[in-house]
């Protein structure tokens, strides 16, 4: 079915990504594994691989197939349509950018790292600011080798989430923050409270047989992955080899187990590429918001729900009977779904987490657009603290400089994890309409009906359509926010504001 | 104080080398970490990593220096010399061989793992030698191909032990078992015997933290290096990150320790090359069997030792309290250094070890020389053993197809193991006579005496010399097996002869 030089496309694409899933790994151990003095080595192993990589993936013969199969006398097949158009994508990318460009920005990435690493230490964003300008005028020029100069803030989302816009999401945002402001405000205003230091001393042991259970029982396939520990959680690799990690507090035995579903999600994506295609647009995520939606989805609109823990509880309880004993099962569930907004994103419930999403984007997208100065960040950023979350950071090591991503160059990524949760909750409602019995398949134990849905719909889907139409075609609607307040009004209306 | 070719020459070098670590470390991941269905993948990378790191060691560039370097105008410096002189070796090798050989030893020896393995399963001898035919007959290219077709085995042992010949081996391994059998018989028919199942039930957590806590101690320094569990234990990586293994067994807390002990000799090694010269013959092991000295040396002359049981006994005792109760001290002593003929090598006690090794050498030998057809390989190891070992195998599985090696055609291989246990006693007795007092250390638990002796005497050494030449100036005297009979007779005698 595949042309010849198709098929050598794909080998030569494939042999690019053999080599970034050695890389991957490399990263993988050097956050579960790697002993102390051993970094200097590590960071030169990863150098070299880079550079291996780099002339894998810019392999001249790449554009020669990609020209030949461009041709316009050539009608593709939808499938190699789809392969072609990652595969330009990507080669675009690799060769466009100069290599002394590529140097230049990983050297001022690691100068800036550091900088910001010091600043935050020292509360001191005067001293990382001329970091984050450089980096800002890093990407404009990135932006302007890939021809993007007129809208370089758009690039970078694209870069992310394929197809979409500042201009899109910032209508979405717009709309989500109107609706879910004032919800926030009632949830805290009503006389129910969350208490989330119920459960106090629950051994690692037990936490890590726990969640192997959850976890398994979701479908992560153990026989091509592994959960490890590191210092933040993750999920790496690809499907033929998929490791996620967690970390473990006796005093919080609800992190582990959420960061672990949440990494569960990521991974049942991972493990329902197609393998055959790994490597290229019919093996490859949609982009970052459509990977969050499946981590999302498993973790808030599944294991955050009541029929997950008529499932899970009393197993809970059996491993925990001590630390549960004096724990109703509402207390429970309320500390599940506990709200409470704080001005530290990585800390923050989902129901807030979006604000703080919305206030990133909209800085970002000031600061590409011109409208504000790096040095006037902190200022704008308590401003926004202030309306978004009701909340004023007192130093900037709890605001403007409390996240790593821009010391890296990392624009236009912060969107992508609330088109997750906002393409998560529409997919919920779309998979609960073609089986209106989700839930109960849940209370049985059995969540292998909701993980075919998203195999068939998203997972085997690969990236043949960017995150715009792949939501459009499985829910028939535009992706928007009215599915994610419609999920949060009735998860937290009914425990809140009931 | 290095020339500019010389300069560039450690630069091409350490590049392979540092592709070596990589693969290595896919190595090490696959025995310790990787989930049983990720294995395809894993093969996938191994193979494109070997294909990267050929082409990175046979870099055209690298011949250009050699000649340059090798020019006898220009006289070099000594350690220049040595380092062309190791570049010049692994050239050859990596640049000699075919690339359609290397491509046929591979697949064949993947061929020859399963059929061996098969056969070892159905105690099946001729359905695996053709495999083994194939296997010498690809030995004899390759020493064809490398200018040692007269002396194929001699250029097999090289390859493990540089300079060394299987006549020098062989005069050696003569004289080993004239005075090895006897004394195996005596002990034998002592009344002392040794009770090896005197520890049952040590938990897991117990044995991981003495053996971490006495191979700290020893000197292994876990900044820069790891220890876990894999089926077989082993020692990988280079000093930059040393990776252990171990394994473990509740009813056997002696096996976990040694074999801990052992690969702690590997690493300390490792650790102790000169890191800048890593990839070079300056920072480089003088051959396995150097390797296998330092690892027999912390494990045997040091930990099967009075001095060494006086220091770690005690807290034996508290971690093992109960397991520990009704044994003495004395049986302690006696399980650690206890004697038992076996038919299997790996099983096999220090002491008779050897004679495993001395039969697998004069068959190799002779089925080299063509004295020995490969069908009549069954019959020759029955007698070998009964002579040597005075047990006759049942059966082959427990015979000649015992160990895997062969399999790999991993020809040569079997005497550095007992040229180990030789130096190692030789080492021994040179490190006592330059500071008598090493087993008071032992007993106040400094170890760092020794370990500063091997830093200075071999480790720091790299490859500059031989094994043959670096025993001749470390020891004074030409290696041999009287320093091994010796520590044996002293060791053994006492406990069993007294």
Not at 289 to 298: I, K, P, T, Y
Not at 437 to 447: I, N, P, T, W
Request: aromatic share 10%; with cysteine.
């Amino acid at each position: 079915m595949l042309s010849p030089p198709a098929t050598e496309l794909i080998a030569k694409l494939q042999r690019a990504q053999l080599l970034y899933t050695v890389t991957d790994l490399l990263g993988w151990d050097e956050q579960v594994n790697l002993p102390p003095a051993s970094a200097g080595q590590r960071a030169e192993q990863l150098a070299l691989m880079a550079e291996l990589q780099h002339a894998a993936a810019s392999d001249p013969r790449i554009g020669a197939l990609l020209a030949e199969l461009e041709q316009p006398s050539a009608p593709l097949p939808a499938e190699q349509r789809v392969i072609v158009r990652q595969a330009r994508r990507d080669y675009d990318r690799v060769t466009k950018l100069p290599a002394d460009f590529v140097r230049e920005k990983a050297a001022h990435s690691s100068h800036a790292y550091h900088a910001w690493a010091d600043a935050k230490k020292g509360n001191d964003f005067p001293g990382y600011a001329p970091f984050l300008e450089k980096h800002l005028e890093l990407a404009r020029r990135e932006a302007a080798y890939l021809g993007r100069e007129a809208a370089p803030y758009d690039y970078f989302i694209d870069q992310n989430d394929p197809g979409m816009t500042a201009d899109v999401i910032g209508a979405m945002f717009a709309e989500l923050k109107r609706e879910l402001v004032p919800l926030v405000r009632s949830i805290l205003q009503s006389p129910v409270k969350a208490r989330t230091d119920l459960l106090r001393g629950c051994p690692v042991e037990g936490q890590r047989a726990f969640l192997r259970e959850v976890t398994e029982r979701l479908g992560f396939d153990y026989q091509r992955g592994r959960i490890d520990v590191s210092l933040h959680p993750f999920c790496s690799g690809t499907g033929s080899d998929t490791r996620m990690t967690t970390r473990f507090n006796v005093d919080e035995p609800l992190d582990a187990l959420f960061s672990s579903i949440h990494e569960t999600g990521h991974g049942l994506y991972e493990q329902g590429l197609p393998a055959e295609f790994v490597g290229t647009g019919l093996g490859m995520h949609a982009g970052m918001g459509v990977h969050e939606s499946q981590s999302r989805l498993w973790e808030n609109q599944v294991a955050r729900g009541r029929a997950f823990w008529r499932c899970f509880e009393p197993r809970f309880r059996e491993i925990f009977a001590a630390q549960t004993a004096a724990v109703s099962s509402d207390e429970l569930y309320l500390a599940v779904n506990s709200v409470m907004p704080t001005l530290i994103r990585v800390d923050a419930d989902e129901v807030t987490y979006n604000l703080h999403i919305i206030l990133r984007f909209e800085l970002e997208k000031k600061l590409f657009a011109g409208e504000l100065a790096v040095r006037d960040l902190p200022t704008a950023w308590r401003a926004a603290s202030k309306e978004l979350l009701g909340l004023e950071p007192a130093n900037d090591r709890e605001g403007v400089l409390q996240d790593v991503h821009w010391s890296g160059g990392a624009f236009g990524y912060f969107p992508s994890y609330c088109l997750g949760n906002m393409m998560a909750a529409q997919l919920w409602y779309a998979a609960l309409a073609a089986r209106p019995a989700l839930e109960d398949d849940f209370a049985r134990g059995d969540f292998s009906q909701l993980l075919a849905w998203l195999r068939k719909n998203i997972h085997s889907q690969g990236r043949r359509q960017d995150m715009g139409a792949l939501v459009r075609s499985v829910t028939g609607a535009e992706l928007s926010p009215k599915a994610l307040m419609r999920y949060l009004r009735e998860r937290y209306g009914a425990l809140y504001l009931g």
